[in-house]
């Protein structure tokens, strides 16, 4: 096996940076790992002691109310103590380097971060930074870099896939939406090309794909009911308004009109075929309230799934697993 830094000499989790280049043997274990946690997730049930003694602390240097608060339930239920640190009023806002913000909550006893940061690469160079000074014993989570890479949300949407139709080596997926500036997408991508997924379409006007996306090994399609034609599951994705540089739509009436996902374009899917988002949604420009309030959304599901798949995240790396 290549060398790759989010594993162990054992082939073991030591971090969780992106789904790219993990083996599907490690994939299936986590979702395997998520399966018991479930029932803890959907309800209020006695903390498990897989975590006790140890101290997350949730790094978010972006806003993001869904994620920071699905980390921290996941791990306060694996009995963590859990920190989450102010980024507004915290040293680095006065001045202080990255590093040197994690250097001073590793002297605080750190054993894991999860980490938001806007610029892509953020959570490696703190997992470099901790192999450099010898504390590979503290784990990195990214909770989203850039528009580089989401893995627990890349995950959770395997979890809620395998939940509702099993087999992933007999489905088609699409992904529509904004792919250009989403990290969500290339999450997706990777996990469903390395769990056997025989097709992945993504649908988006040409403004909101990456160049030569096509190399991903994806089936582009700027026809949204054409490219939704007999697929097993929707990927609805957010328009990423705040990454957007320069009028790359003309409005939102306009997106929604061709590439909002509604009753009358959902028709064309399978009868069974499922809805998911990884929220928040615009109801109206990505997604009708018809559509998202309907029978074949399995969007809530998906939040709850996802505190599943992060506490399995966190007791793996700590090699707490149940």
Same mark, same amino acid.
């Not at 939940?163 to 992933?168: E, L, Q, T, V």
């Given at each position: ?74 791990? =306060?239920?694996?009995? *963590?103590? !859990?920190?989450?640190?102010?980024? #507004?009023?915290?040293?680095? +806002?006065?001045?202080?380097? &990255? ?70 080596? =007999?489905?088609?997926? *699409?992904? !529509?939406?904004?792919?250009?500036? #989403?990290?969500?997408?290339? +999450?997706?991508?990777?996990? &469903? ?130």
């Amino acid at each position: 096996m290549a060398y790759n830094p989010q594993l162990n000499r054992n082939g073991e989790l030591q971090h969780l940076l992106t789904i790219e280049g993990l083996p599907r043997a490690v994939l299936t274990r986590i979702l395997d790992t998520a399966a018991p946690f479930t029932e803890v997730a959907e309800r209020e049930v006695k903390k498990l002691p897989l975590l006790r003694g140890k101290s997350v602390f949730n790094l978010f240097f972006e806003n993001s109310t869904r994620t920071r608060t699905t980390f921290e339930i996941a791990a =306060k239920r694996l009995s *963590a103590d !859990v920190f989450n640190l102010n980024i #507004s009023t915290s040293s680095t +806002s006065k001045g202080e380097t &990255l590093l040197d913000t994690v250097d001073n909550l590793c002297a605080m006893q750190a054993d894991m971060f999860v980490v938001r940061h806007a610029s892509s690469g953020a959570p490696y160079l703190i997992a470099q930074h901790l192999a450099a000074t010898g504390r590979d014993h503290i784990h990195v989570v990214n909770a989203g870099d850039g528009r580089h890479a989401h893995p627990t949300q890349g995950l959770l949407d395997m979890y809620t896939i395998r939940h509702y139709k099993g087999d992933f080596t =007999k489905l088609t997926v *699409a992904i !529509v939406g904004d792919v250009l500036h #989403s990290r969500v997408a290339r +999450s997706q991508i990777h996990a &469903l090309h390395t769990l056997g997924v025989p097709e992945v379409r993504v649908i988006a006007p040409k403004t909101l794909l990456p160049v030569e996306v096509s190399k991903m090994g994806v089936h582009v399609f700027h026809d949204m009911r054409e490219g939704l034609r007999g697929v097993d599951v929707i990927m609805m994705l957010r328009l990423q308004n705040e990454r957007m540089s320069g009028a790359l739509l003309p409005s939102s009436q306009e997106y929604f009109k061709y590439f909002g996902l509604t009753q009358e374009k959902l028709a064309l899917a399978k009868p069974d075929a499922i809805v998911m988002h990884p929220g928040p949604m615009n109801r109206g420009v990505e997604i009708d309230s018809a559509v998202a309030d309907g029978g074949q959304a399995v969007i809530l599901p998906q939040v709850t799934f996802g505190i599943a798949v992060r506490m399995a995240v966190m007791s793996l790396l700590t090699g707490q697993s149940a």
